[in-house]
């Protein structure tokens, strides 16, 4: 008599039916989900075909005013404080805004800010001091309060402009001052820088050689 075949006997994929199990119904929840994708793609769908039939005002209206970011075709851009239609080079960059460039144009920027700086200082009590403009081929000097000659100014390479804050008398007044507050005098400063030897010690020296050689001339006393 013919018998059925075991488990061990039977072959992979009847093994792989038998241990299969009747999938659960759908909830009602994925039906409500998929009702609401429906939904939602017949209003894409209704904006699609609104933002079709108004393509060609949209385009015409980007081309007079300007888009959302202020580009137009000729990649210009538009600055609200001055009303000025400016080539993208005159904004600065602002990777916050939707174009990565600035609202304001380089010099109403430039002019807000000064606003604000004085704003803030004027409520810490403070007075801000006006930038002074030179004319070509001159500088300001502090100490004689009046714009001179670049030609007046030494060499100072740590300075922008590469000269020297003040003019060159001033310069030397400023520095042998300097000098007599520190060191107590330009020779006493040369003295050190020299030979390691202060304007005391070098008098104690010399007087010391005086009284050994009685004969030196006054300049060596």
């Not at 759908?26 to 994708?37: M, R, V």
């Not at 429906?38 to 769908?45: E, K, N, P, R, Y």
């Not at 000097?141 to 000269?163: E, I, V």
Request: glycine share 8%; hydrophobic share 30%; net charge positive.
């Amino acid at each position: 008599m013919a018998r059925g075949r075991s488990g061990a006997d039977a072959s992979p994929a009847a093994r792989g039916r038998a241990r299969r199990r009747p999938r659960p119904a759908a909830p009602q929840g994925a039906a409500t989900k998929e009702g609401l994708d429906d939904d939602i793609d017949s209003v894409l769908d209704e904006i699609d075909e609104v933002l079709e039939a108004n393509a060609e005002d949209f385009v015409r209206l980007c081309a007079e005013r300007g888009s959302m970011t202020g580009m137009t075709p000729s990649e210009r851009k538009g600055c609200p404080r001055c009303a000025g239609d400016l080539p993208l080079s005159d904004f600065g960059r602002n990777s916050s805004r939707p174009d990565g460039l600035a609202e304001f144009c380089r010099p109403c920027f430039r002019e807000i800010r000064a606003a604000s700086y004085r704003r803030r200082r004027a409520a810490e009590g403070k007075t801000v001091r006006e930038a002074r403009v030179a004319p070509a081929g001159t500088q300001w000097c502090p100490d004689c309060k009046d714009f001179r000659p670049l030609t007046d100014f030494g060499a100072n390479r740590s300075t922008a402009s590469g000269l020297a804050a003040y003019c060159k008398p001033h310069q030397r007044d400023r520095v042998t001052e300097s000098r007599r507050r520190v060191h107590g005098g330009s020779r006493h400063y040369h003295l050190k820088r020299r030979y390691g030897i202060s304007a005391e010690q070098a008098d104690q020296t010399l007087e010391a050689q005086a009284r050994h050689v009685p004969d030196l001339p006054p300049f060596a006393r």
